[in-house]
């Protein structure tokens, strides 16, 4: 190996979201697509390390067809790549029992699952939280800190900061000159958020700021939680590799990607590879009912295209008052396009910004819970805003609730 050649290679993908369903669509022929895909940029691009940080299933309890995809990706992957390392890690969509198990059953290997924060005794376990890796001479080139999703209740004595700052001290001293990747699934403030499939996870009252967590010494900082491929300020390279194509229809527009992380002596060095998208996301809007009517009828499409690759669409129609044909209209307009709607979105026409309630005119599914609270307080309390402690507390409780509701 010459010395511009890359000492480490790190595939970084996140948030596969196995076993979604988007409106009750199955997503299984798009993780095929994204899968395979995956196996063959693993080859290309030589890579010695695949890590996926958080979030490998859309539930804490996957259907079996999710599990198999999981296992037989892992098999071929394995099987194919010879010497390559995969690291993967919990997210708050997952059990962290659940990702745990095949580390019992695989014991010290190739393949790493972390779901929970390694504890053994009561104390942070850093023989698993520090993970070797190695080029593909089977030298050691550089670790890997795996912090996975924190529940609230995970930390202990720990916050945060104090977390990542013991993690980072005792990953640099293992490193001892090669480079530590640290990981994590949360959310950094400053990263772009989409609201319709993305819960908002709050560990210790408050969004952690990037800069306190994340000092200069890791070469290279993988996120997950974000679906958006996003880069975070802070004094390292940190990195969101962000979901393989579309939850949800606020993310259509996204670049879906992989990062390829290239860890050399002189520094490290990201490039990003575009996901293809096998299904096309439409949407049509905001029009009043009779063009978006009219849109829907105009869309030319294959009928020949097998239903599985339908594109998604979403219809956006603008409203003055109540319409209560709206939805059989659209519904009707779409019976005959081999099209498969995500949802129909009424959008009030209002005078003033300053008039609109988030409750007004939205469906449930619509609804984000921050939203509704803060709403309702504006509406009892004289219009103000809650105080930052109160909505804090109140995002401290609706993750308390989610994951124990995930962890059952």
């Known amino acids: 190996m010459t010395d511009s050649s890359p000492a480490l290679t790190v595939i970084h993908t996140s948030d596969w979201h196995l076993g979604h369903e988007l409106n009750g669509h199955d997503r ?7 899968l395979n895909w995956l196996l063959e940029q693993i080859e290309t691009q ?105 529940r609230p209740g995970d930390l202990g004595i720990y916050s945060l900061p104090t977390l990542y700052a013991e993690v980072t001290d005792a990953g640099m001293t293992k ?6 990747i640290l990981t994590g699934h949360l959310h950094v403030a400053g990263g772009d958020v989409s609201e319709l499939s993305e819960r908002r996870i709050v560990v210790g009252g408050e969004e952690a700021q990037a800069a306190s967590l994340f000092d200069a010494r890791p070469a290279y900082v993988a996120l997950g939680h974000l679906h958006r491929p996003q880069a975070v300020t802070a004094a390292t390279t940190v990195r969101y590799a962000g979901s393989p194509f579309p939850l949800s229809s606020t993310e259509r527009d996204y670049r879906h990607s ?6 050399k002596p002189e520094g490290c060095e990201v490039d990003l590879v575009p996901i293809p998208r096998p299904v096309a996301f439409l949407s049509i809007g905001p029009f009043p009912l009779d063009d978006a ?46 099209v498969r709607l995500v949802r129909i979105l009424s959008v009030r026409r209002e005078a003033s910004e300053a008039t609109l309630d988030p409750m007004t005119g939205a469906n449930l599914a619509e609804l984000a819970p921050h939203d ?5 307080f504006r509406r009892d309390y004289g219009g103000e805003a809650p105080p930052e402690d109160l909505a804090a507390a109140f995002a ?9 509701e995930e962890d059952r």
């Open 28 to 34: 299984q022929i798009e993780h095929d697509v994204f």
């Open 46 to 150: 030589a890579a010695h390390v695949l890590l996926v940080t958080g979030d490998i299933y859309d539930v804490a309890n996957p259907p079996v067809s999710a599990m198999r995809r999981l296992f037989r990706f892992l098999n071929a992957a394995t099987a194919r790549i010879p010497g390559l390392q995969v690291v993967i890690l919990g997210g708050n969509h997952d059990s962290a029992g659940r990702i745990d198990l095949p580390s019992a059953l695989l014991g010290d290997g190739r393949v790493h699952f972390i779901g929970s924060l390694p504890r053994r005794d009561g104390l942070l376990d850093m023989n698993r939280v520090l993970i070797p890796l190695h080029d593909c001479s089977a030298q050691l080139a550089g670790w890997l800190a795996a912090v996975p999703f924190c």
């Open 175 to 180: 490193a001892d000159g090669l480079p530590l």
């Open 258 to 263: 992989i990062a390829v992380v290239r860890l």
């Open 293 to 338: 009517v009219t849109a829907i009828e105009a869309l030319q499409l294959d009928p020949a295209v097998p239903i599985e690759r339908w594109p998604f669409i979403e219809i956006a129609v603008r409203i003055d008052g109540p319409e209560p044909h709206l939805q059989s209209r659209i519904l009707a307009a779409l019976e005959a396009k081999p």
């Open 372 to 376: 509704v609270f803060a709403a309702i």
């Open 396 to 404: 401290q409780l609706l993750v308390e609730a989610e994951t124990a």
